[in-house]
């Protein structure tokens, strides 16, 4: 907390550094803000809402159309059936006006044929109107789902291209965190062992490492410092590593920023 003793170099004896090696640790900082901010932009790249949004649409468009596709297998076979139906009747008139054209049997029997046969026509015609709304229909049921494949189509589409867009987002940001990466880890070799352990000790528990300690302010957490914490770094010798009471980060000192 602000103000009690010990606070601010309460790690002092963990390790010492040179001045002039303290102020690498804002250039290492930067390096990690700089790792911080691609992290961000990819997770915010990875969760992009459009993509969630895309996804429940297709699920349920996928869902409409494969209901339209089953009213059309549905169709589909009830209309062979009506065609079998017909087909069916379509024999036995054939059959019956080819004996009643043969002229053979008794009267009675032709007079019987010649009702079969006016029977069978009406079943026929009936059975053809069935058949045809069944076609009718199905006509209907074909367009839907055909409209409904569209509909699936242009999600799959959108998914596609906007996919393609945060992808390659992701991976120019992925190209840029190795670049950075690299650099981070040829800059932290040159540094002071024992300083650079405290800096990643403090950056893992922190989130922020080292911040300048200018006019005052620490800019690690953007606060004014109070007189009596103030006093405490301004008594630190050069090559104390001290610490901000607030955030808790490194703070790097130099005469010109008094």
Known sequence: MPGVPGTIQAEVSVAKAAPAEQLKLLELQGLDARLKSLANRRRMLEADPRIKDLQDALTVAQGELGTAKLAVHDAEAELRRSETDVEQVVTRIERDEARLNSGTGLSKDLMALQSDIASLNKRRSDLEDVELEILERLDVLRERQATQQQI????????????????????????????????????????????????????????????????????????????????????????????????????VRSPEWS
Do not use: N
């Open 152 to 251: 699936v189509d242009d999600i799959q589409a959108a998914f596609g291209s906007i996919r393609a867009e945060l992808d390659s987002a992701i991976a120019e940001i992925a190209a840029e965190e190795r670049e950075v990466s690299q650099a981070r880890k040829a800059f932290a070799e040159g540094l002071d062992a024992g300083m650079l352990e405290v800096y990643e000790k403090t950056l893992a528990k922190r989130g922020v490492g080292a911040a300048r300690l200018f006019h005052g302010k620490s800019e690690g957490s953007g606060m004014m410092l109070s007189p009596g914490d103030l006093a405490e770094v301004k008594a630190a010798a050069d090559d104390d590593i001290v610490f901000c009471p607030d955030s808790g980060c490194i703070l």
